[in-house]
Nanobody, 120 residues
């Protein structure tokens, strides 16, 4: 059974930092692209960042470039999202995603999400 379990969300003031973690099980983690997306009420889920399985190439939404860093630890089946210089507009539920090819609109697996709230 595939599981993606996120943690690390919470409330922080603007300018602060949080680190999200996603522990995966039930599939060969090292052979999957991993990523993060986020969603706010009434809006579509949007891509935030992803990391490939083959060469650890990383990709970011323009809105988070230079502030967020995605990384993975294959020994721990875990992907991380380090979020710095947080802004109120980063407030959302953040979802971990996994796909054998790339993190697109419909990856194979989603986590349950973790809430991030940034106050001004």
């Amino acid at each position: 059974q595939v599981q993606l379990i996120e943690s690390g969300g919470g409330s922080v003031q603007a300018g602060g930092s949080l680190r999200l973690s996603c522990v995966a099980s039930g599939f060969t983690f090292s052979s999957y692209a991993m990523g993060w997306s986020r969603q706010t009420p009434g809006k579509e889920r949007e891509f935030v960042a992803s990391i490939s399985w083959m060469d650890d190439n990383t990709y970011y939404a323009d809105s988070v470039k230079g502030r967020f860093t995605i990384s993975r630890d294959n020994a721990k089946n875990t992907v991380y999202l380090q979020m710095n210089s947080l802004k109120p507009e980063d407030t959302a539920v953040y979802y971990c995603a996994a796909d054998p090819a790339a993190i697109g609109i419909n990856p194979d697996y989603w986590g349950q999400g973790t809430q991030v709230t940034v106050s001004s």
